[in-house]
């Protein structure tokens, strides 16, 4: 990949862009300056606290200004500066208290509600709800701001999400700070995640804040699952000596931890955490949560699916106007705007899939099935296409045959394809080559002729043994997973993960584990027209699933 990804495979471009480097360096009187290095990003730190501002905690101090001097004073001498501050709980006084002091930060608040306990703190009015505060000029951040459940606008307290977009540790990042509750489903960290996927546009994420929720709650599941762009989530004081519970002075036996500090695995590393009582609120049951984490470099990192580089896995569909077009994922099983790849009598009744880098450049390529021509289009990284080229001439013809890229099948490192025909399953083994992947071995039948009719869907390796799984769906709509022995040349026996009608659910398509829990999930279209993503991990049913597009998707001929 890289600057040059335009010019590959052409000398006379190379040739342009190495004359116009050479000509740079003239240029400056013939001096070969070499820029400085960048300075390294440096720790992230954050800070999550609960205020308690409004309640019967009552606070220790008597006016908005000592709370602020005070908790700045106990914040840095816990941590140090930090870089992000999310504070919940928190009143309008306290709130223009604290920016008065936190020089040099941008701020972002959200609050609706007027509880009468405001009132002691003074300011601008008496507004009760949650900051953010992240270092760093206004200019250069972009603000984000969400309910972390869109429904519930009549509560006494509504559930926020806040995060800010911009440079954190010497690079852009999404920081965001919450404060969600035991009532919403899971927490409301679907939703949270959902706005972070979105918001963060696979830039690296953290977030922290008060989820009411005990590390082992089933809502910081979704959490450690994470987003595509970043990997899972990694607690900042996971691990064997976390605590599972807070200490506290009398009259309470204990308060549980409810407040957690989630960095991307992808982009962070070296993560350490404490929490402190900074004395603002006796017996409060959140304490001050420091926590910090070492900015890491991305490595190049492929995820099946991903077209267009962003690590999301992306969904290709030929509709019936014989046009191509690229579906953006963007998590949850969910997708963007789509955009035309490819147009055209050619692509009238096209079989498409993606599955597999055939050229080595690090990005999926897609393979179609035009008319009798079995094609290979390398990607751009950008999920625009090359010109195809012919990938294997079949003395038969393609027409009759369904080829569908499903991975490595074999595991011996390079992309394969499985094709139906008459004569049943074929594996057509790959190989990787720099000017674009090829068939060059001879082509095994792994399954006998009641393959024709059944509906190939490919979720790649599923566990991890380096090998991709089969699955297919036959005439009656159940849905069975295979696994390819390589020794024998065969499949084994079918293990059944639902049933899914054809007469209802036309169209299927897997595009392997979306939503990070660990299993494959899967998408059918509906007779209404509509897009349905099926989770793995739970049979796949008529009546399960959600719609994540409504309209439509019967003017398509196929998904891949």
């Not at 040099?104 to 003074?122: D, F, L």
């Not at 852009?172 to 959902?194: D, E, F, K, R, Y």
Request: aromatic share 8%; net charge negative.
């Amino acid at each position: 990949m890289g600057v040059l990804r335009g010019v590959r495979g052409s000398a006379a471009a190379r040739a342009t862009v190495g004359m116009a480097l050479l000509m740079g360096l003239v240029a400056a009187g013939g001096r070969h300056e070499v820029a400085a290095d960048p300075a390294p990003p440096q720790p992230v730190r954050t800070v999550s606290y609960n205020a308690c501002g409004a309640h019967t905690c009552q606070n220790t101090v008597d006016s908005a200004d000592t709370w602020a001097a005070k908790f700045l004073s106990r914040m840095n001498a816990e941590g140090g500066p930090a870089d992000v501050i999310a504070l919940q709980e928190m009143c309008t006084g306290q709130y223009e208290a604290l920016q008065k002091v936190l020089t040099g930060y941008s701020a972002h608040w959200a609050g609706e509600q007027e509880p009468a306990g405001c009132g002691r703190w003074g300011g601008s009015s008496t507004k009760f709800g949650q900051v953010l505060f992240v270092k760093g000029a206004a200019a250069d951040f972009t603000a984000y701001r969400a309910l972390a459940n869109p429904a519930e606008t009549s509560i006494a307290q509504q559930r926020w999400m806040l995060c800010l977009r911009g440079p954190v540790g010497g690079r852009t990042t999404l920081a965001c700070g919450t404060h969600l509750s035991p009532s919403l489903p899971l927490n409301g960290t679907p939703v949270v995640l959902a706005n972070m996927e979105r918001w963060a546009a696979g830039a690296p994420a953290l977030i922290t804040g008060d989820f009411n929720a005990i590390p082992g709650h089933s809502g910081l599941v979704p959490m450690r699952t994470g987003l595509c762009g970043t990997g899972p989530f990694v607690e900042a004081d996971a691990g064997k000596n976390a605590p599972t519970a807070y200490a506290s002075a009398a009259p309470f036996s204990y308060r549980l931890k409810y407040d957690h500090a989630f960095f991307g695995s992808r982009d962070f590393t070296e993560l350490r955490a404490r929490t402190a009582d900074i004395d603002l609120t006796p017996g409060e049951d959140h304490k001050l949560v420091w926590a910090e984490a070492k900015p890491l470099e991305r490595g190049a990192t492929q995820v099946p699916g991903d077209l267009t580089g962003d690590l999301c896995p992306d969904m290709l569909a030929v509709r019936k106007d014989d046009t191509l077009r690229l579906y953006p994922g963007t998590g949850r099983g969910a997708f963007g705007s789509p955009r035309v790849i490819g147009s055209g009598p050619e692509w009238s009744g096209a079989v498409v899939s993606h599955r597999g880098d055939w050229d080595g450049d690090g990005d999926e390529d897609v393979v179609a099935r035009k008319g009798d021509q079995l094609l290979l289009h390398r990607n751009t990284g950008t999920g625009d296409l090359e010109p195809g080229v012919v990938m294997k001439v079949s003395e038969t013809g393609w027409a009759h045959a369904s080829p569908v890229a499903a991975g490595d099948i074999d595991g011996d490192g390079g992309p394969d394809v499985l094709a139906t025909s008459s004569t049943g399953l074929w594996l057509h083994r790959g190989r990787v080559a720099a000017d674009g992947g090829w068939l060059s071995f001879s082509a095994v039948r792994i399954g006998p002729a009641e393959w024709k009719d059944r509906e190939v869907l490919v979720p790649g390796d599923t566990d991890g043994d380096g090998k991709a799984e089969v699955w297919a769906r036959d005439t009656a709509g159940t849905v069975e997973r295979y696994a390819y022995d390589s020794g024998t040349r065969t499949l084994g026996a079918p293990i059944t993960l639902g049933s899914l009608p054809k007469e209802s659910r036309p169209l299927g398509l897997s595009l392997g584990d979306v939503d990070g829990d660990g299993h494959a999930d899967l998408w059918t279209t509906t007779v209404a027209a509509d897009l349905v993503f099926h989770p793995g991990g739970t049979p796949f049913a008529e009546a399960g699933g959600v719609a994540v597009g409504t309209g439509g998707w019967g003017y398509f001929s196929r998904l891949g």
